[in-house]
């Protein structure tokens, strides 16, 4: 017998079964699932990891750690004898906008560059100069930013012009990852989007943006859709993936609207990991696209509208290793909103959505020698909730079919009482989904639509549905004219 709507035991998990792989910004982690969607009882496997920064702005990760990391958790949940042949294909999504310089025989020439590296600022400020910010978000669905490639390529070209050169192809982590397990950097339309340079309507490389990163498309995979996976391919060390398709890479984002339920217009939802996002799914681009949002192509006819936020669970983890905060906080996160909260504008790692300010950083507003270590942690979180507000004001009249915000991730799952301060700020319900790992589930079942169309799929588990507060609502309203007026004044500049 299965042991919840999440979990099932081996002999009960129904064919055909997949392994999800996800790579995120603090472990790489992985797992069997059955044809419903079920994670398989002791068949998960996790490799915590850190990202090397510096105040530089240098935010990147060794690839070859990672593919190494990746091999130990097909190691852990591939070893068990029963599994015989029953794996059917092997899936794996990335922390999204990641770059590397491989040679032609596929040897990294460079570290992996996440998300949250900004080194390029200084490139960005020029691109904007020299293009038409606008004209190039309404094609690609991407502003000018450090998360993306074409100032990341022209700064590696200054910065470190002989690397730069011997760069026979750019590719993502998941493309580098699968290159040295099967041979062939299977690239998922979501991470070619990703990289900032392909257009969301046609599916094409942007010629113009390829023009002033001094690339050209050969240097980049083709988008493939999740329908297009390669093989069999069986490397000799994992004899249980003899008959498994390999799919190609996707992102993270895409991944973890499809296992939160958030498969159409109608559910907007709030990832709260490390990073954060709004995201919502369209058939079809915006149009007109919002100026703060990007909206990526990730599969023929779909897109994925919304807005990232470097600093979510990075921002609570640091207040935990920072302040003396209380063993308890749940306290802490439902007492009444009180004005000698501080002002925080949480941005410890620079502005993604909706302003795009790369090398923002954060403000600490209304510090008082009262302030305790626990009013202070109300006022990060607050400040993470109206980060997300920000988001939200501008993709409401792009998306104004949704009826429902689920959110999903570590933090949701590690403080929930936090979902009464978000529902508060955006005024609206906010449901907890509350399955661990629902990036990883929803990489999962994109490859079951491929392999298993036909079998219902487990729903998904949710928790806690927060209602806004009217009390509150002066409360927050207030708060976002002010943290509005600092950001203007010392951000925006």
Known sequence: MGRTHDNVELHAALDPLVVALDIGS??????????????????????????????DGTSVIDPDQVTAEIEQVLDAVTGDAQLGTRIAGVAMDTFAAS??????????????????????????????EQLDEHAVQQRTGTRVHTSYHAPRLRWLAATQPRVAAAAVSW????????AR??????????????????????????TELLAAAGADAGQFSAPRDMAEPAGPVAPARWPALARAAWFPVITDGFASNIGSGATDATVLTAATATSGALRVLLDGPADPLPFGLWNYRVA??????????????????WAQATLRLSPELAAVLTAAPTEATPLVLPYLTGERAPGWVGGARAV?????????PDTLFRGIVEGVAMTYARVADELHPAAPQVVEVAAAGRVSNDQPEWLQVLADVLGRPVTHVTR???????????????LAPDVPRAPRTTGATYEPQPGHADYYAGRRARFAEVYNALIRG
């Open 300 to 317: 023929a006819g779909r897109t994925l509208l919304g807005g990232a936020i470097n600093d979510v669970g990075r921002a609570v983890s």
């Open 364 to 372: 600490f507003g209304g510090v008082s020698t009262a302030t305790d």
């Open 26 to 55: 603090t472990a790489t982690r992985g797992g069997v699932h059955d044809a419903a969607g079920r994670a398989v009882h002791g068949l998960q496997h996790k490799v915590p990891h850190a990202f090397t920064v510096a105040p």
């Open 436 to 450: 661990k790992r629902a990036t990883q589930r929803g990489t999962a079942l994109l490859a079951l639509d491929v």
């Open 99 to 128: 770059l590397i310089g491989v040679d032609a025989h596929g040897r990294a020439l460079t570290p992996c560059m996440t998300y949250a590296d900004s080194r390029s600022a200084g490139e960005v400020a020029r691109l904007r």
């Open 171 to 178: 590719w993502s982590l998941g493309e580098y990852v699968l």
């Open 181 to 206: 397990l099967v041979g062939e950097p299977l690239a998922g339309t979501s991470t070619v989007a990703w990289t900032g340079l392909l257009d969301r309507r046609t599916g094409e490389y942007d």
